[in-house]
């Protein structure tokens, strides 16, 4: 319960933090520094965005890095690594501004 709260979800309800540290399944997070093997999303022609939780703490580096893996800039919305949760109209108006 600690690491979600310290990790994911910061300043929400203990509730709410108790909820997905229930929901939770590990897997492997070498994805996340592992070269990319894909073709550069802005070359694809198709609308990209990469939302990223202000204080989103889960990840290994900066968002910021990982959206620039992705030739992409990260659309900053407010909230931490659970924004579906926490801040879901935020989220939907990230999405649907693409």
Wanted: glycine content about 8%.
């Amino acid at each position: 319960m600690e690491f979600v709260r310290q990790t994911f979800m910061q300043d929400v309800a203990e509730d709410a933090q108790r909820l997905l540290a229930e929901l939770l399944t590990p897997h492997p997070g070498a994805y996340f520094l592992d070269p990319l093997d894909a073709p550069d999303v802005a070359a694809l022609g198709l609308p990209a965005r990469y939302i990223l939780g202000e204080h989103d703490h889960a990840l290994p580096r900066p968002g910021t890095e990982f959206a620039a893996r992705l030739g992409l800039e990260p659309v900053m919305v407010p909230g931490t690594r659970e924004g579906m949760l926490t801040h879901p109209d935020a989220l939907v108006d990230a999405i649907l501004a693409a």
